[in-house]
């Protein structure tokens, strides 16, 4: 059993930055997705095992960045320029199955709790 807990969130102003955090309980090929309001699961970063990869949704490309530190077990999102429609709780996840890169919420075995990411004007 796979153990997720994320860390970071809250509030920032559109332009702003956040850093999200998420521990997991072993090395592995995680992922951030985030979910709005009324909206669908979307896919938003991914990295490899070894960090040595990465991959982003159009969305976020440019503005958010993944890294992680393996010390630690722990992956990070870190978000600039911030914009209303970042809005959003975000999601870490771990897949077990090391598809890279994928976006889909299927090739994600765990989940963390979530955390709220709300962005102001």
């Known amino acids: 059993q796979v153990q997720l807990v994320e860390f970071g969130g809250g509030l920032a102003q559109a332009g702003g930055s956040l850093r999200l955090a998420c521990a997991a309980s072993?090395?592995?090929?995680m992922g951030w997705f985030r979910q709005a309001p009324g909206k669908e699961r979307d896919f938003v970063a991914t990295?490899?095992?070894?960090?040595?990869?990465?991959d982003y949704s159009d969305t976020v490309k440019g503005r958010f960045t993944i890294s992680r530190d393996n010390a630690k077990n722990t992956v990070y999102l870190q978000m600039n320029s911030l914009k209303l429609e970042d809005t959003a709780v975000y999601y870490c996840?771990?897949?077990?199955?090391?598809?890279?890169?994928?976006?889909?919420?299927?090739?994600?075995?765990?989940w963390g709790q979530g955390t709220q990411v709300t962005v102001s004007s």
């Open positions: 990295i490899t095992e070894s960090g040595m990869s990465t």
């Open positions: 996840a771990v897949s077990t199955r090391s598809f890279f890169p994928s976006q889909s919420l299927n090739d994600y075995d765990y």
């Open positions: 072993g090395r592995y090929l």
